[in-house]
């Protein structure tokens, strides 16, 4: 567990800066009443983006579970 937990973290950490502006980016268009467009970018990040990561990557990676945990800061980073 902590052998998958280092490299996890360390995946994470390297795209956490755009965890924060993805999301800064969503609130500005809610405060500009631009909720469509908040919404478009939250879906597109977690439909559109991070469920076929979540099924394609394991299929390419051996590690499966790494594959999975990975597919959230790669689809975070498609975004930004």
């Given amino acids: 567990m902590i052998d998958i937990t280092t490299d996890t973290i360390s995946v994470y950490m390297a795209v956490v800066f755009l965890f924060g502006a993805q999301i800064s980016c969503q609130q500005a268009f809610i405060a500009l009443s631009e909720a469509r467009v908040s919404l478009f ?5 977690k439909i559109l983006l991070l469920i ?4 394609l990557l ?3 990676i051996e590690d499966q579970t790494f594959a999975v945990l ?3 800061p790669i689809a975070t980073s498609f975004l930004s």
């Fill in 41 to 45: 970018l939250a879906l597109l990040r």
């Fill in 52 to 55: 076929p990561l979540i099924l």
């Fill in 58 to 60: 394991p299929r390419i």
């Fill in 70 to 72: 990975v597919s959230e």
